[in-house]
C-alpha cells in the first residue's frame, strides 16, 4: 500500500495506524477512516494522505511519500512487515516497534525508536535527540532490536538503553549512552561530551577520541573480538565501515563507577 | 563388478541415525585456527569410546567467518543433542577457549540449539558480558589474552554416521596410498572422516568373548588370522586391509563421500572394495556400493 501526504498539517498529526499491522486486510477506502490526531482534533486519515493499494499479505509493505517531518509516531508497536518512507519523517518513528523494519530516505525528528523491542529502523540521513531512548519519568529504553542512523544524532542517544544495537553513523551529541542499563552503541564518528553517564552495564564504542568522566577507569587497549562481529554486521547491513575500525585496537575504560562499574566505553586506539 | 582390476563387492555399508552440529573457530591467522580445531577433534574418532566423533570439515577464509578472521569449520557427531551439548561445553571449553586468540560461533542455522556459550560462561566469574545480535546471543568472556567471543548456543541437527569402505589390498605399502587417495577424495563439505588422517586399521565387530567389551577386532578381516578365525572374507592374495568411516550432516553427502573414494581408491594392487555391515540388522541406512560406482562421477 501506498500513503502520499496530499495536504501538510499545521500541527503535527498523531498517526499511529500508519504501519504494516493496522493497514493489513483493509482496502483503500477501509484503511482512509482510520482515525489520526491533527493537534487534538481527530480526523480520517484520508483527509492528509492520498491512500492506493493494499497490503500484501505474503510481503507487508507500506510506502509512505512526502514531507512527513509533522507526521508522528509512524510504525508505534509495528511487529512485522516493512515500512519505506522516502522523505523526512517527525517525532516518535518506530515507537514500542516489537520487530518488521522500517526504512527511512531522508533525516528522521526526536524519539526515532523510543522503547522498542525489536525489529530495525535504519535511517539514512540524521535523526535528533533521544535516538531509542526510554520516555522521561521510563527506567528502561530500548529493549532490543537495531536502530542505524548512517548521518548524526543529537543528545541522549540509547538514554536508559536495555538490550539491543544502535549504531551512528555519523557524530552524536552530549550524553551518549546516559544511565545505559545494557545494549551497545556504536558511534563511527565524534561522541559528545559525558558519554555513558551513569551507565550500568553495555559498551559505548566510539571511532574519535573523547574526553571521558573521571567515574570511569582506564583497563587497557585490547583488541575485542565483539567489535569485529559488530562491525562485519554492520557492514552487511550497509554501512561503511573503514578496515582500521575491523582490525583496529581499542582503549577500554570501565564505569560508571558512581553505578555499577560494569560497563564500558571502548576508544578506538588506531 | 570392476572398477579396472578392482573388484567392487556387492554388499552395503550400514550406517546409523546420529545427531550432527558444526561449529566455526576463527583464529588471529590460520595456524591458531588450525591449532584449536585439531585440539578439540582429537580423542573423538569412535563414538563407542570417545563420546562422539570430530573431525575438521574445512578450512575457512576470513570471507567465510562471522568475524572476518581465518577459521576452520568443525563437524561433531554423537547419538544425541543433549550428548552433543555436554561434548561441546567439555571439548570447547578445554580446547577452544584456552587456545589464544580463537573465538568460536554456531554453524548450523535452524534445527534444535543446545546452549553451549551460555554454560561456559561462568568461567567469567561475574565479569562476562552478553551481546544481542538480532536474535543471536553472544558471551564475552574475559581471559588472560583478552577475551574468548562464543555463541550462547549451537545448532544440532539428524545426521548420518558410520558411512565406510573396506580398501583390500595385496600389501600394505599399495593399499595405504590408495586409503590416502581415497581420502583426499572423500573430504567434502558437510561430512568428516574422524578417524587419523581419515583411515582406520583397527575395523571392529560388534561384541566380544569378553562381557565388558562392546566391540572387538574385525577378525574376518585380518589376514594374520585367516587360518584361526571361524571364517574370513579375504581372498588368498589379501595382506592388508584399511578402513575410511565417514560421518556427513545427511544421507547424500555420505554417499557422495563413498563414491568418490571408490574411484580414488580403486587401481591395481588393490583387490577389492568392500563395505562394513551387520546384517542390516542395526543401521538404518544401507548404502550398496554396486550403486554408488553406477553413478557417473
Known sequence: ?270 | MYIQSTEIIDTFAEAFKMWGSRFIVTAENQKWARAAGRSVTGFATSVIGCKCEAGIEGELVPDQTPDGRPGVSILLFGFSPDGIGKRLVERIGQCVMTCPTTACFNGLEGGEMVVVGGKLRYFGDGYQASKLVGDRRLWRIPVMEGEFLIDESFGVQPAVGGGNILILGRDSRTTLEAAEAAADAMRIPGVILPFPDGVVRSGSKPGSRYKALPASTNDAYCPSLRGSAPKTALPENVRCVLEIVIDGLNESVVRESMRRGIRAAARDGIVQISAGNYGGNLGQYKIRLNELVQVSP
Open chain 1, 1 to 270: 500500500m501506498k500513503l502520499r501526504l496530499h495536504t501538510l498539517p499545521e500541527v503535527p498529526l498523531e498517526a499511529e495506524v500508519i504501519s504494516p499491522d493496522c493497514l493489513q486486510g483493509l482496502s483503500e477506502s477501509e484503511a482512509g477512516t482510520l482515525p489520526i490526531f491533527h493537534g487534538n482534533r481527530k480526523v480520517a486519515l484520508s483527509e492528509f494522505f492520498e491512500l492506493s493499494g493494499q497490503v500484501n499479505k505474503s510481503d507487508p509493505l507500506v510506502e509512505l511519500e512526502g514531507d512527513l517531518s509533522r507526521v508522528k509516531l509512524i510504525g508505534h508497536s509495528m511487529s512485522a512487515g516493512r515500512l519505506v518512507i522516502n522523505g523526512n519523517v517527525g517525532a516518535h518513528l518506530g515507537a514500542s516497534m516489537k520487530g518488521g523494519e522500517i526504512v527511512v530516505h531522508g533525516n528522521a525528528a526526536d524519539w526515532v525508536g523510543r522503547e522498542m523491542s525489536g525489529g530495525r529502523i535504519v535511517i539514512s540521513g540524521n535523526a535528533g535527540h533521544m535516538v531509542g531512548s526510554a520516555v522521561r519519568g521510563s527506567s528502561a529504553g530500548v529493549q532490543g532490536g537495531e536502530i542505524i542512523i548512517h548521518g548524526n544524532a543529537l543528545n541522549e542517544v540509547g538514554n536508559g538503553m536495555r538490550r539491543g544495537l544502535i549504531a551512528i553513523g555519523g557524530n552524536t551529541h552530549d550524553f551518549t549512552g546516559v544511565n545505559m542499563l545494557a545494549g551497545t552503541i556504536i558511534v563511527l564518528g565524534r561522541v559528545g561530551m559525558r558519554p555513558g553517564a551513569g551507565m550500568i552495564r553495555g559498551s559505548i564504542i566510539a571511532m574519535e577520541r573523547t574526553e571521558v568522566l573521571p567515574t570511569f577507569t582506564y583497563n587497557s587497549t585490547i583488541q575485542p573480538d565483539f567489535i569485529r562481529f559488530y562491525l562485519f554486521h554492520l557492514r552487511k547491513l550497509g554501512m561503511s565501515i573503514k578496515d582500521e575500525f575491523i582490525n583496529g585496537r581499542y582503549e577500554r575504560w570501565s564505569g560508571d563507577s558512581v553505578e555499577l562499574n560494569k560497563g564500558e566505553i571502548l576508544m578506538f586506539a588506531g
